[in-house]
C-alpha cells in the first residue's frame, strides 16, 4: 500500500483544455486512499514530450493519460497521441499509460495495443466520475484498467485466429472509411495490383470471395479487425 499523503503525477495530454481540466478538477478533488493526485496538462505533442524530459530530473510522471488525436504543434507535421506513447515509453519506461479517446473501433484501439501496451484505455463517451477515480486506482494498483467497449474490442480481436499484416489492417480501415481502392495507393505503401490482390487474399481468408467490399467491411467487423 502507498504511504499517506503521497503524491501521485499524471500528465494529461488532450489539444481540448476543457477535457483535461476535467480530469483534472475531478481527481484532484478525489479523497483517495494513502495518496492525492496532481494532474499536470499538456495540449501538444511537444509540450507533452518536453513535460516528459523535465520529470526524469525530478519526480516522475506515474500515469501518462493520451488522447490519440492531437492537434498540430508550431512547427513540424502532426503527431499522434500513439507516437507520443511510443515515445513515452523510451523517456520514461515506468510511467503508466492511459488513453483516453473518442475512437472506439477496433482497428484504433487494437493499434494502440499493438504499438504502445498501455495500461489502460478509455473511450469518452464511457468516462464519468467513478469509471475516471477507478481507473487511477486499478491503474496504479494491479493494471490494466478498461471501459466496456475498449474491453469488447480487444477481447474480439483475441478470439480471432486469422492473421492479417499492417498492409491488410490498413487496406481494410481505408474501406470503411469510404476510400476507393484506387485511392488506397496515398495512403498504403503498395502498388494498386498488389492492393487488389490483398482485399481478394482477405476475402478468401473470410470465405466471400464472391462477395462485394461492403460485405467484406461487414466481415471484418464482425471479425474484430474494424
Not at 515509453?89 to 473518442?102: L, Q
Not at 486506482?137 to 486469422?162: C, D, F, G
Not at 499484416?165 to 470503411?176: A, G, R, T, V
Request: a neutral charge; hydrophobic letters at 35%; aromatic letters at 6%.
Amino acid at each position: 500500500m502507498m504511504e499517506t499523503d503521497q503524491i501521485v503525477r499524471i500528465l494529461a495530454v488532450d489539444d481540448h483544455e476543457m477535457t483535461t481540466l476535467g480530469y483534472k478538477y475531478i481527481l484532484e478533488d478525489t479523497a483517495f486512499k494513502g495518496f492525492r493526485v496532481d494532474l499536470d496538462t499538456a495540449k501538444t505533442f511537444e509540450e507533452a514530450k518536453t513535460k516528459l524530459e523535465q520529470s526524469t530530473r525530478g519526480l516522475p510522471y506515474r500515469i501518462l493519460l493520451l488522447d490519440i488525436q492531437l492537434s498540430q504543434g508550431e512547427s513540424g507535421p502532426t503527431k499522434s497521441g500513439e507516437e507520443l506513447g511510443i515515445l513515452a515509453r523510451k523517456i520514461t519506461p515506468n510511467t503508466r499509460i492511459v488513453f483516453m479517446s473518442s475512437f472506439s473501433d477496433n482497428y484504433r484501439i487494437n493499434s494502440v495495443m499493438q504499438s504502445v501496451d498501455p495500461e489502460g484505455y478509455m473511450v469518452k463517451s464511457e468516462i464519468d466520475q467513478p469509471s475516471l477515480q477507478a481507473m487511477v486506482e486499478t491503474v496504479l494498483e494491479s493494471p490494466p484498467y478498461y471501459t466496456q467497449r475498449a474491453l469488447t474490442a480487444i477481447r474480439k480481436r483475441m478470439a480471432n485466429t486469422i492473421h492479417l499484416d499492417e498492409n491488410d489492417k490498413k487496406i481494410l480501415y481505408c474501406l470503411s472509411q469510404g476510400t476507393k481502392t484506387k485511392d488506397m495507393v496515398e495512403h498504403i505503401s503498395l502498388s494498386l495490383p498488389s492492393i487488389e490482390n490483398r482485399k481478394r487474399q482477405i476475402k478468401a481468408l473470410f470465405g466471400i470471395e464472391k462477395q462485394n467490399d461492403q460485405a467484406l467491411i461487414a466481415e471484418a467487423r464482425r471479425r474484430g479487425f474494424l
